[in-house]
């Protein structure tokens, strides 16, 4: 049984985040793999089963306010300890944000994130404009290194700049983390954060097929995922990413 957390399910769900969740379901459940959705909200625990997956959206400054305060106690103690002990957890915009040390609101406050990633995010200044468009993303395959593509949608003002730690991947088109150093997202252990929406897992069978795997694998490494039908999907991608590549 896979257990999907979704963090703060009605507060950060922007640009439609719980297509995430959606994906992850659907594709267990066409497997034959069972699968429970938990909502986690403010004020309740992180109750890790051994076999999950932590997806956390994106939201507006209010909310990112209300999160950094539930985050700064035992819940965000929770998450740091899933991600050592080999966790799979995905952060979306405003929850990416949060996996960082801390993210500058517009007005200067500095709201405390949980430290997943040696990263923090800054406001835009007053002459930038925000990060707006689809997105093409150089990503390694975390099984085998191998160079994959995922495609989305960003929306952002804030600028995200890394420490010593890994991008998700490299821009091939758009903005990524900050507009300028071509990283987009960032990756630890098996944690991930990202600013693309879109959502991000239906574009992109693959990764979400790997979150399941990585997960499953957990309580039994000889799992293996069955193929499914992908022709869709697969077209739906590469006409987007045959699109933005040509944009370079």
Known sequence: MLTIHHLYADMMNLYG????VISIKKRCEWRGIGVEVVDVGLGERVRPTGCDIFL???GQDREQALLADDLSGSKGEDLRAVVEDGGVVLGVC?????MGHHYETPEGEKLP??????LHTEPRK???ARLIGNVLVEVPAPETGDVRRVVGFENHGGRTYLGDCEPLGTVVAGFG???RDGTEGARRLNAYGTYLHG??????PWLTDQLILTAL???DDTVELEPLEDSAEGNAFASMAGRLAGRR
Do not use: A, H
């Not at 994130?113 to 040696?118: A, C």
């Not at 959502?199 to 992109?204: F, G």
């Open 113 to 118: 994130g949980v430290g997943i990633f040696d």
């Open 17 to 20: 985040d719980r297509g995430n």
């Open 217 to 219: 694998r957990r309580e």
């Open 177 to 179: 983390n900050n507009g």
């Open 199 to 204: 959502s991000l897992l239906p574009k992109n």
């Open 126 to 128: 007053p002459d930038e």
């Open 94 to 98: 405003g929850g990416y944000q949060l």
């Open 56 to 58: 956390f959206g994106g």
